[in-house]
């Protein structure tokens, strides 16, 4: 049987998908013929696909155009984000690996699923259609809900999959309903169609009504407030580098979905949802960094600083220029690195059980371990927004797009907050470096595939600080093909 060229170019276009699939399904049909003491190698492979996937994308960006029928739209901000979440898989990949070891849950459907919800982010980030991101959307959670109980003889494991279960089906369901009313009010669900119905018309009372609720069950997997009251349970009990993944793959692809939804479906209908982006990020930023100053233990503060981050990265989106489109992708790529580094980091040093999660755990690691408290400080630093570092670039960008469309107290209630957070950031480096180690500190030893997953993410940070100009102007180039 001969394929079209037309259908190859479909299957060059999702080729990330396919890869990650595949593997997926590779690695779940290998593991009962393995040995445990061979277990590791699964993690292995499920790297050689994710970094296969990666790769894939320059047969994407060689095919660049519409696949099946307008569903799916490999564009330069779908490659964008698919950058993004390979990367969060690579990382999350060679941190879990010592990790499922320590815990001996070395089992082979985690990374399969770490792999099918990566396959899941990557529909969102390019779904030119609402069913289609919705599928996506289910792809990526359902992974999600099975990875954050994969701890399965703890129970803050358990309680945290099944409150994300719960309220995660509750989010799908507003998405779910918005995306009917959209079809019953235009006819259609394609982004292109109902940009079109939008621009024959000025949008009804349920086509507004759609958008609130679409935005309802996005603002759920975003944790942004006031949708964020299960981050801290879920991020708190979910093994460690499963928090790192849901901190920052699924955050970015869905925010790619809503730049998709709001600017390419609704661009016309800016002042129906100004004014609830605004009010989320003020919330988000308020709630975020004023909870995480009472916490005492890292891994549920930085919980509250994703909740905080959520804020940053609407201030934005409410912009509603090409600039701000950039300034969002430049601040997810930003912080996917930081924010993913310091997971990993904490699932290091809090041990098998996770049992040293506390700030007073990590009194002494400067003098132990020098070289992890000094990738942990950096993505702090960066996380503060420390010139220099990715993290500083992505809040002036931020900033700047919000003031050039003259939301100017927007910016001023985010950087009255970025002081705030300085605090609680700040506390967990002076405890590295300036408080006596407890007497039963025993310092864990960096495997080579920890050590490499920091250094990568390390090195992204510093380059994005120093040398932004290039993947900032990919990022323009990635907004002006949204439109």
């Known amino acids: 049987m001969q394929i079209s060229p037309e259908r190859m170019q479909d299957v060059y ?18 593991d009962p013929f393995l040995r445990a003491a061979w277990k590791r190698a699964l993690g292995w ?13 320059y047969l994407v960006w060689q095919h660049r155009g519409v696949a099946y029928g307008g569903l799916i739209r490999a564009d330069d901000f779908s490659i964008f984000v698919h950058a993004i979440v390979l990367v969060v898989a690579i990382l999350a990949t060679l941190g879990s690996i010592q990790y499922l070891e320590n815990e001996r849950i070395q089992r082979g459907e985690f990374y399969a699923l770490l792999l099918f919800a990566t396959a899941g982010m990557g529909v969102l980030g390019s779904a030119g259609e609402l069913i289609t991101a919705f599928l996506g959307l289910e792809m990526s959670s359902i992974s999600s809900y099975i990875l954050a109980g994969f701890r399965r003889t703890s129970l803050k494991s358990n309680e945290a999959s099944m409150k994300y279960f719960i309220l995660g089906s509750f989010a799908t369901a507003f998405f779910l309903y918005g995306i009917a009313m ?22 009804s009372s349920l086509l507004a009504l759609s958008l609130a609720m679409m935005f309802v069950g996005l603002g759920f997997k975003v944790v942004a407030a006031p949708f964020q009251i299960y981050g801290p349970d879920v991020y708190e009990g979910a093994p460690t580098p499963v928090t790192a993944v849901l ?11 809503m730049l998709r939804i709001f600017y390419t479906g609704f661009g016309a209908a800016g002042h129906l949802w100004f004014w609830a982006i605004w009010i ?13 100053v009472t916490q005492t233990n890292v891994k549920r503060m930085l919980a509250y600083s994703s909740i905080a981050h959520a804020g940053y990265i609407l201030v934005a989106f409410a912009a509603s220029t090409e600039v701000g489109i950039a300034a969002v992708l430049f601040y997810l790529a930003a912080y996917a690195l930081m924010k993913l580094g310091a997971f990993l980091v904490v699932a290091h040093v809090g041990g098998p ?4 999660l506390e700030i007073r755990d990590f009194a ?31 809040k002036f960008y931020a900033f700047q797009a919000a003031l050039d469309a003259h939301i100017v107290w927007l910016v001023v209630i985010a950087a009255i907050n970025s002081i705030v957070g300085s605090y609680y950031y700040l506390r967990v480096i002076v405890a590295m470096y300036f408080w006596e180690p407890q007497k039963e500190f025993q310092p864990i030893p960096v495997t080579p595939a920890i050590a490499t997953a920091l250094v990568l993410a390390a090195a992204g940070i510093i380059y994005l600080g120093i040398f932004p100009s290039r993947v900032m102007h990919y990022a323009l180039l990635s907004a002006l093909s949204l439109r």
Do not use: D, H, W
Not at 247 to 257: D, E, N, Q, R, V
Not at 365 to 384: D, R, V, Y
């Open 45 to 57: 492979i499920s790297l050689a696909g994710a970094v296969g996937a990666l790769a894939s994308l």
């Open 280 to 292: 989320s990020a003020v919330l988000s930023m308020c709630i975020g960094n004023f909870a995480a």
């Open 364 to 394: 002494g690691l400067g003098t132990k371990q020098p070289a992890l408290a000094a990738c942990f400080s950096l993505f702090l630093l960066s996380l503060l927004g420390l010139p220099a570092t990715g993290g500083f670039l992505g």
């Open 353 to 356: 059980g996770e049992r040293r």
């Open 13 to 30: 276009r999702v080729a990330p998908e396919l890869i990650l699939c595949a593997t997926g399904i590779f690695v779940m049909l290998l």
């Open 247 to 257: 901190a920052s793959g699924p955050k970015a692809a869905t925010f790619a979905l």
């Open 182 to 203: 959209v079809y019953g009010a235009t006819g259609t669900t394609l982004m292109t169609g109902i940009q079109q119905a939008l621009g024959n018309s000025p949008p």
